[in-house]
């Protein structure tokens, strides 16, 4: 009998001692993971496996962001330009993108060169607006390069004719 109690005693241990389950995305978000946090916010956007949620995806971006993840730096400062599940606020649109494009972030050198060409949250600055769109034309920013022309005009004050 002791034998039997033995071997029981160790195969339960074998299947539930020492090995650790995979986190989640959750649990890893939660421990601090920029990454997961992106993560996490992104499928709040989206509504994939989760229900659609912009406070919650705010929430985990914010939460990225001031980890310093450029990405979610630029993906926040979109939230923030736009409203989507923060009031809208230009100026702190403008600061998102500056952390991120100061990190090289492409997009975010585009969109900080959108608002200085357009003046929205900064003063219109066409110098700073030519500055970040060649930043993100040098990296090969798809929509940079080809619009760089024709936003230097319109920050110039020149109308579109096309």
């Known amino acids: 009998m002791k034998t039997v109690l033995v071997v029981i005693g160790l195969g339960l241990c074998l ?50 962001a001031e980890q310093g993840d450029a990405f979610a730096q630029f993906n ?43 003046g929205r949250g900064v003063e219109k600055d066409f110098k700073e607006a030519v500055k970040w769109f060649r930043k993100a034309a040098l990296q090969g920013m798809p929509l940079a390069n080809p619009t760089l022309g024709w936003r230097i005009a319109l920050a110039m004050g020149c109308q579109r004719t096309m």
């Open 15 to 64: 299947v539930g001692c020492g090995k650790k389950e995979p986190l989640t995305l959750e649990q890893k978000a939660e421990a601090g993971g920029a990454k997961a946090q992106f993560s996490l916010a992104r499928m709040y956007v989206l509504g994939e496996g989760v229900l659609q949620d912009d406070k919650e995806a705010v929430k985990w971006c914010r939460k990225a």
């Open 76 to 118: 926040l400062g979109v939230m923030c330009r736009d409203g989507g599940g923060v009031p809208r606020d230009h100026k702190e649109a403008v600061k998102l993108f500056r952390k991120a494009a100061e990190q090289g972030d492409a997009s975010a050198q585009s969109a900080l060169g959108t608002m200085y060409a357009t």
